[in-house]
Nanobody
Framework: QVQLVESGGGSVQAGGSLRLSCAVSGYTYSAYCMGWFRQTPGKEREGVAT???????KYADSVKERFTISKDNAVNTLYLQMNSLKPEDTAMYYCAATRGGGGWDTWALKPEKYEHWGRGTQVTVSS
């Protein structure tokens, strides 16, 4: 009964900021690798940012230095702070979780490696 529920999406002007949250329940949160992914109509889902059970992070080049992934184990919540937003960041954003395993760095941003998914939250950036 793993559940992930995203919130915090919305519409902002280019250059603005948003903070996404993902509330997690139903499993040992701290033992999972977590990630944020995004998808637009007609395109494949892509990895945005991930964090493993030890706190190591990995980002897509397109968001590096603008987005920050973090987690608060005390309240079982994953966050994505998005700054300097661009129109090309417009997408449905999903949080996901996996038990992970060896070689995390090689697959961290691959959607197919994740087992549990939220329903998504829409982010729209206008110019």
């Amino acid at each position: 009964q793993v559940q992930l529920v995203e919130s915090g999406g919305g519409s902002v002007q280019a250059g603005g900021s948003l903070r996404l949250s993902c509330a997690v329940s139903g499993y040992t949160y701290s033992a999972y690798c977590m990630g944020w992914f995004r998808q637009t109509p007609g395109k494949e889902r892509e990895g945005v940012a991930t964090i493993d059970s030890r706190g190591s992070t990995k980002y897509a080049d397109s968001v590096k230095e603008r987005f920050t992934i973090s987690k608060d184990n005390a309240v079982n919540t994953l966050y994505l702070q998005m700054n300097s937003l661009k129109p090309e960041d417009t997408a449905m954003y999903y949080c996901a979780a996996t038990r992970g395993g060896g070689g995390w760095d090689t697959w961290a941003l691959k959607p197919e490696k994740y087992e549990h998914w939220g329903r998504g939250t829409q982010v729209t950036v206008s110019s």
